[in-house]
């Protein structure tokens, strides 16, 4: 559906939501589900297996500049001075390319993949939902990581992800990743809480003010949480549920759902929320933290020992694209050291490119963003789409798609 | 109707208190633009006119306002030529199905803005999209066009009603003919109604979201979407009360001249 | 000069002959009514007829559709599944209802606050301060929705405004949830209650007010007996919209709202990423069907006309 805006949920929130099980017809044309294109490690996200993206191939060699660019980007990752004059490394890309550059933002993953389609767009920040869907159409092609100099210092952790790249191929390069992390007000919650069980099992002891991210996906963290804590459900994906798992995970946030207060899509609502004493512990980003800490509140964060689910997203180039070159640069300009530290910064979240941290204004943030800590993100389980063709490889049994997590998250908050 | 004295206390006071509840939260929005704290603290913690200056410089609000002027001027003006019409045809004629037309018209505003929003939208995608056509100003002003059309018909209509046919009867007699006659003598009888209908027409086109949101498509971006997307934000969240509070004063001035000029002193009909 | 005079004739026999044409134009359209009708009923019910109907009339339709889960795409064979759904699914039922009865207390809650205040300015304000007093209750209508639903947010929140205006005499506020989304939809539709009613009550004559005091009423007798039957379908009309528009609203219960979740909620989460657009349409067929019912049965009321 074009056009659609999930309300309340902005940026990060958007893209959340946005996780959506349309036009997988690429996806569904099975092939035998060979264990090809994973990577091992409880981090990673298995790519949705059976599929073979179409036969295209990468750019060889730069031209001349083409004197324009069409980015579709979420909000806030090009920026250009419109939304704060001191915010902009879209207009020295330009002086120093010659690339005119046009950015939309969208919403959403499903308006990205749509507005893509059209073919009239050079390049995307497309979320781990999106990009396997347009690698599956051939709406995106591979990318030649020769022509992107600044790619040799991305971080190894993104490179060569089962979201970003297919049999070996490379289909984008990384932007940047962040996790789903627990805040708690310091005062009210003693001692510091260090298991997700301060939000399911224990979570009566704040009854009426625990807090929860608002949007389907967040049954993926219920999903992690049993996966640690009852093993016996034998769940290896928290994206890849059959019945019997989802009604578990569903049951658990139904059990939650007494003791939630309110649930949060946007920042500005959670932050105030975390001021005012409304919410005391809840999932978080390390931005709003960050925020939140600068505006006087009483808030610490952590990762809990079972880990958590986060995000990543990587920029791709149109297989239709009529100025690539200006696609690479920009791609190149985006993960240039300076450049990816001031996204990073301005968006909050842990940069791809490792020489970043040395250019942040603030000389703590990739400590606070635990950019280069590969056993933190190892703990991470980055967003996926859930299908009915079990993402962890099980061929018995269908697993729930993401329209029935989205029935089942209205019941759960009845 | 004489009233006692207690009568007219009690009623005024109810009409203070009322307008405090309407009016309280309009000053928090004011308070809070002047608020050091980012996301809405109360109490206030400091005083600063940084979030003033800093939308003043911001194009992403003024290009934003310029594209909810212009969406709603569209609006406006398809509604005024749609509904001017309407109110006529039910206003001055006798017909099958007069009833009929009333609620059609009535239908889009009455019906909550997401199942409008969602038809539209739907009907976008399966008939326009394949050839090409997409979502855009046009798709914007169209879907605020539907409701906007009620608010002109019901002024006018009610305006017609008032004036009956007689006046333009006497014209035609006199020999002016069907143009003439709805030019120098309909026309100015229902100009303040035109008016009033605009005004308000523009009005909620303005702050319209819900229709907005499904209709507007990735490139369209009125204030309300704007403000929307930028609520979110704790750095841009103090600007959009800026905003909001430019909004509310800027406002009283259209609205009361258009009190004046009115000979009608009803603030038109919703 | 002869070509000078020629083009003159010309153009002065071209204008003549518009004015003949634009005179026979309007001779023929004065005697046929019938073709006036239709010229002017034409612009109007085409857009409302073939834009709104026609695309309410296809989304309505996708309800008895379906999605398929692998394709994301829509299947078009008819089923009941998403219709029976909607009204057998005890969540659904349980917010629908929920839904309905938000909207019916906003309404009452409105029409109590906005009698007196339309009253005051229809019949006891002088003109000046009435003219005032218009200008105050529209211009709101201005400041942006959000915004608004934002500052109450602000208030009601923990230590906020209203708990802090509450203290001295030891209450708190409800905080967030339903009691807040009542009360913050109150807030935002008073407008549309109010003016509705406040011209109702201007055309209501004085003196059938006089002639009521002079038959011996007193004023709360007047009120009652006079005042409020006349007032009914003005009151009905500001109830359509204030029914109406909190019967879809789904922004202001997720700022204000807590936890709870409405109608409109349900619609727009199946109408989004989760692309399940039949079942979303089955629910919004929910609030199409009890607008409809109410407006035909507010036909009678003659509220239509006050709107």
């Known amino acids: ?414 | 109707m004489t009233l006692s004295r207690g009568a007219r206390a009690a009623l005024a006071a109810v009409m203070a208190v009322g307008l405090a509840f309407v009016y309280v939260p309009l000053l928090v929005v004011l308070v809070s633009s002047v608020n050091t704290d980012r996301t809405f603290g109360w109490p206030p913690r400091g005083f600063t006119l940084d979030w003033w200056s800093r939308t003043w410089h911001n194009p992403g609000a003024r290009d934003a306002l310029a594209t909810s002027v212009r969406a709603g001027l569209g609006a406006t003006a398809v509604a005024l030529v749609l509904g001017t019409m309407a109110a006529f045809a039910v206003g001055r004629y006798r017909f099958f199905g007069r009833d009929a037309v009333s609620i059609l018209i009535v239908l889009p505003i009455a019906l909550p803005g997401i199942v409008t929003g969602l038809a539209l939208n739907s009907a976008v995608t399966t008939t326009l999209s394949p050839l090409g056509i997409g979502f855009g100003m046009t798709t914007v002003i169209i879907g605020h066009a539907t409701f906007c059309v009620v608010v002109v018909y019901n002024n006018v209509l009610a305006r017609l009603r008032r004036t009956g046919g007689s006046l333009e009867e006497a014209s035609m007699d006199l020999g002016a003919g069907v143009f003439r006659t709805f030019w120098h003598v309909t026309l100015p009888a229902v100009r303040s109604a035109l008016l009033a209908g605009a005004l308000l027409a523009f009005a909620l086109s303005f702050d319209e979201i819900i229709v907005t949101t499904f209709t507007a498509g990735p490139t369209v971006q009125t204030l309300p979407l704007w403000i929307f997307s930028n609520l979110a934000r704790p750095n841009q969240a103090p600007v959009v009360n800026v905003v909001a509070a430019v909004l509310v004063i800027a406002s009283a001035v259209p609205v009361w001249l258009a009190q004046r000029l009115s000979a009608d002193t009803a603030g038109g009909r919703l | ?307």
Not at chain 1, 202 to 219: F, R
Not at chain 1, 290 to 310: C, I, R, W, Y
């Open chain 3, 1 to 307: 000069m002869d070509h000078g005079l020629a083009a003159d004739q010309g153009l002065s026999m071209l204008v003549a002959r518009g004015r003949g044409a634009v005179r026979r134009l309007s001779a023929f359209l004065h005697r046929h009514p019938r073709v006036r009708l239709a010229l002017l009923l034409a612009a109007p019910l085409v857009v409302l007829l073939v834009v709104y109907l026609g695309s309410l009339g296809a989304l309505l339709l996708t309800a008895l559709w379906s999605t398929d889960v692998f394709t994301g795409l829509l299947v078009h064979t008819v089923t009941l599944d998403n219709l029976s759904t909607v009204v057998t699914d005890a969540t659904y039922r349980t917010v629908i209802l929920r839904t309905v009865g938000v909207a019916m207390a906003v309404t009452v809650i409105c029409a109590v606050l906005a009698l007196p205040m339309a009253f005051f300015m229809a019949k006891v304000a002088s003109p000046r301060t009435r003219r005032f007093l218009v200008v105050a209750v529209l211009t709101p209508l201005w400041a942006s929705y959000l915004v608004k639903a934002y500052a109450w947010r602000e208030m009601l929140a923990g230590h906020g405004v209203i708990d802090w205006a509450l203290a001295p005499i030891g209450l708190r506020g409800p905080g967030f949830g339903l009691p807040a989304t009542v009360l913050v939809l109150t807030y935002l539709w008073l407008p549309f209650m109010v003016l509705p009613i406040f011209a109702g009550l201007e055309r209501l004559p004085d003196s059938l007010l006089d002639a009521s005091g002079d038959l011996g009423a007193k004023a709360w007798r007047t009120v009652r007996s006079v005042v409020i039957p006349l007032a009914f379908p003005a009151v009905v009309a500001g109830a359509i919209f204030t029914f109406s528009l909190s019967l879809g609203d789904y922004i202001t219960v997720q700022i204000v709202g807590g936890k709870t979740q409405l109608l409109g909620n349900l619609i727009q989460g199946n109408s989004g990423a989760a692309n399940n657009l039949p079942l979303a349409a089955a629910l919004a067929a929910v609030p199409v069907l009890l607008m409809v019912v109410l407006l035909l049965g507010v036909r009678r009321t003659g509220a239509l006309d006050n709107l």
């Open chain 1, 1 to 414: 559906m074009t056009g659609m805006l999930t309300t309340g949920t902005r940026t990060r929130g958007i893209r959340a939501v946005a996780v959506a099980a349309t036009a997988m017809m690429a996806l569904a044309a099975c092939g035998s589900g060979s264990s090809a294109g994973t990577t091992s490690g409880t981090g990673a996200t298995k790519a949705a297996q059976g599929f073979t993206p179409p036969k295209l191939s990468a750019l060889s060699k730069l031209g001349a500049p083409e004197k324009q660019l069409n980015i579709v980007a979420w909000a806030g990752y090009a920026e250009d001075g419109s939304t704060d004059p001191t915010v902009d490394w879209v207009t020295p890309f330009e002086k120093e390319t010659g690339c005119q550059v046009n950015v939309k933002t969208a919403p959403t993953s499903d308006d990205m993949v749509n507005l893509m389609k059209t073919g009239q767009y050079d390049v995307v920040s497309a979320s781990g939902d999106a990009s396997l869907r347009l690698i599956a159409g051939g709406t995106v092609e591979p990318i030649n990581t020769d022509l992107v100099p600044n790619y040799a210092d991305v971080f190894d952790g993104l490179k060569m992800k089962p979201w970003n790249s297919v049999g070996g191929v490379a289909y984008g390069i990384p932007h940047g990743r962040g996790a789903n992390l627990l805040m708690y007000n310091t005062d009210v919650v003693k001692p510091a809480p260090t298991s997700w069980s301060a939000v399911f099992d224990k979570a009566s002891a704040y009854k009426g003010k625990v807090t929860a991210y608002d949007s389907p996906i967040y049954i993926a963290d219920a999903a992690l949480y049993l996966m640690k804590t009852k093993p016996a459900l034998g769940i290896k994906n928290p994206y890849a549920l059959d019945d019997k798992q989802f009604a578990a995970a569903v049951d658990l946030l139904k059990a939650q759902n007494a003791d939630i207060g309110e649930y949060w899509s946007d920042y500005t609502k959670e932050i105030s929320a975390f001021k005012s004493g409304d919410s005391v512990i809840g999932t978080s980003w390390q931005i709003i933290v960050n925020l939140a800490q600068a505006d006087k509140a009483k808030v610490a964060v952590v990762l809990p020992s079972e880990g958590s689910t986060g995000w990543s997203d990587t920029w791709m180039v149109a297989t239709k694209s009529q100025h690539k070159t200006c696609a690479y640069k920009w791609m190149d300009h985006i993960i240039s050291p300076k450049v990816n530290a001031q996204v990073a910064e301005w968006f909050g979240e842990a940069p791809a490119n490792s020489k970043s941290c040395a250019e942040t204004t603030d000389k703590s943030f990739c400590d606070t963003f635990h950019a280069a800590d590969e056993t933190f993100f190892d703990q991470i389980w980055y967003w996926n789409t859930p299908i009915t063709q079990c993402l962890d490889g099980r061929k018995n049994v269908t697993c729930k798609d993401y329209g029935a997590w989205t029935t089942a998250w209205q019941q759960i908050k009845g």
